[in-house]
């Protein structure tokens, strides 16, 4: 339920959010783009651009381009910890 009033509030305001979690399907719904980062010390790995739509709804976790960008953050997250 966070997540829909997250999607709506970034919808309706339009404002930059940095959103840190370590869910990677939260990861993907929230974002328009997506930063890797490795253990300590922090450091960004990857940056993972999303082309999913704006107007996005929770349903948007089923289709493919969900899918492919959440394997890229788990191919990404493996390769830094390997």
């Known amino acids: 339920r966070l997540n829909e009033q ?3 509030l970034w919808q309706r305001e339009r404002r ?3 959103f840190v979690t370590h869910s990677i ?3 993907v ?3 328009s783009r997506i930063v890797v980062m490795s253990a300590r ?3 960004i790995l990857r940056i ?3 082309k999913l ?3 996005r709804t929770l349903d948007i976790r089923e289709t493919p381009e969900f899918i492919d960008i959440a394997h890229q953050v ?3 997250l493996h390769e830094a910890h390997g």
């Open 74 to 76: 788990r191919v990404a």
């Open 16 to 18: 930059t959010v940095v």
């Open 25 to 27: 399907p939260e990861a």
């Open 48 to 50: 993972i651009e999303s």
């Open 6 to 8: 997250l999607l709506r």
């Open 41 to 43: 010390p922090g450091r």
């Open 29 to 31: 719904c929230l974002s």
């Open 53 to 55: 739509p704006a107007d």
